[in-house]
Structure formats: C-alpha cells, structure tokens
C-alpha cells in the first residue's frame, strides 16, 4: 500500500450538503487523500507532459527538473495506482517502459489545463500582490521597537 492511503475507502459522508461534501478536511477523507495526491508538485507535472503523448522515465526525468529519480518512481507508481497513468512494459533488453495517460488522467489534465489558464491570465498580479505584500511586511518589521 502507498504511503498516505488507506486500504479502505472512507468516503466523506456526515453532511447533507453536496458542496460542503466535497470540501470535507478530515483526515481519514478518500477525497482529501486524493487531492494531495494530483495536487502535488511532481504529479501536476507529469500529467501535464503526458497529455496526448507517450513517454519513457528517461525522458520524464530529464523534462522535469529537479525531480530525483526516486521521487518520479514514486509518483508514477501513484498515479498508476490511482487509475492515472497506464505504463507499459516491452521485452526488450535492455527493457524498455513507456507512460501514458488513462482516460481518467486525460479528464484530470482538462482541469489542470484550466488552473493553468487562470494562472497565466493572473500571473502579473499576483506578482504585484506578493510585493506589495513583502514592501509592507518588511515596513512593519522595520517599524517594530528592538528588544535591548
């Protein structure tokens, strides 16, 4: 069993609200546990490179920098365990593995696409709230007596 998940599903259940459902933050939530699965840095990254195309672990780790070898085995294991990523083996010497989308992990990428999408469109000015953000945090502190 991968680390973070529980054999059994505990779906989020204990409200009658369907929207209030789907944001339920306990821990032992089946949804949570697979938000912070394709969530995660690395695995929005390979679901992103995998659309509409194969590729073997060799090229992944070269297009994601950054990446140790252990952590993209790590999640590529996940991600085929969640249905996400299809590997396929070929006998070949040396052997030769290639990674590809679900259709599952085809309709993930759609979502992703459009976070994506928001991002860029938004991106000058989340950079201008972040220094606006640091200009007054750094004034702040300069305004704070010092301890003697």
């Given amino acids: 069993m991968e680390d973070g998940t529980s054999k059994e599903p505990s779906y989020c259940t204990g409200t009658d609200d369907d929207q209030a459902r789907q944001w339920d933050v306990r821990e032992d939530c089946e949804v949570r546990h697979i938000l912070d699965r394709v969530a995660d840095k690395w695995s929005l990254l390979v679901i992103a490179l995998l659309d509409r195309r194969t590729m073997r672990f060799s090229e992944l780790r070269r297009t994601i920098d950054g990446v140790s070898q252990r952590m993209l085995t790590v999640t590529l294991r996940q991600l085929e365990r969640d249905g996400l990523v299809k590997r396929t083996v070929y006998p070949t010497v040396p052997p030769r593995v290639d990674y590809e989308l679900t259709s599952l992990g085809i309709s993930l990428h759609e979502v992703i696409n459009s976070l994506v999408i928001w991002t860029e469109a938004h991106q000058q000015e989340i ?21 003697r």
């Fill in 127 to 147: 950079s201008t709230a972040r220094s606006e953000y640091d200009r007054r945090a750094t004034e702040e502190t300069q305004l704070q007596p010092t301890a």
